[in-house]
């Protein structure tokens, strides 16, 4: 069973960090590309960032220069920094491939909120 497992994802106020951590145990992870995800609620499931195995990485637009993606193909976990956080950041976070999906993972949740 493919397991996508994410964490780091909390309450904070506007303006503060994150950093979420999603592990991918399996050895295909360094060939593949993987991405962050987010469903805010009432919303669809939206692409937030991705990062190939070469290093290119992609933002939306509406995280561009407040996100960074990073990946460690040798912990097979790829992280998602994200700075200046907004209300509107908040939603449930997911990791994935960015190609067809595997079954996605519970997600973590992450709240901005004075």
């Known amino acids: 069973q493919v397991q996508l497992v994410e964490s780091g994802g909390g309450l904070v106020q506007p303006g503060g960090s994150l950093r979420l951590s999603c592990v991918f145990d399996?050895?295909?992870?360094?060939?593949?590309?993987m991405g962050w995800f987010r469903q805010a609620p009432g919303k669809e499931r939206e692409l937030v960032a991705y990062?190939?195995?070469?290093?290119?990485?992609y933002y939306a637009d509406s995280v561009k220069g407040r996100f960074a993606i990073s990946r460690d193909d040798a912990k097979k976990t790829v992280y998602l920094q994200m700075n200046v956080l907004r209300p509107e950041d908040t939603a449930v976070y997911y990791c994935?491939?960015?190609?067809?999906?595997?079954?996605w993972g519970q997600g973590a949740q992450v709240t901005v909120s004075s």
């Open positions: 994935n491939t960015r190609g067809i999906p595997y079954e």
């Open positions: 990062m190939t195995t070469e290093g290119i990485t």
């Open positions: 399996r050895d295909i992870f360094s060939r593949i590309t």
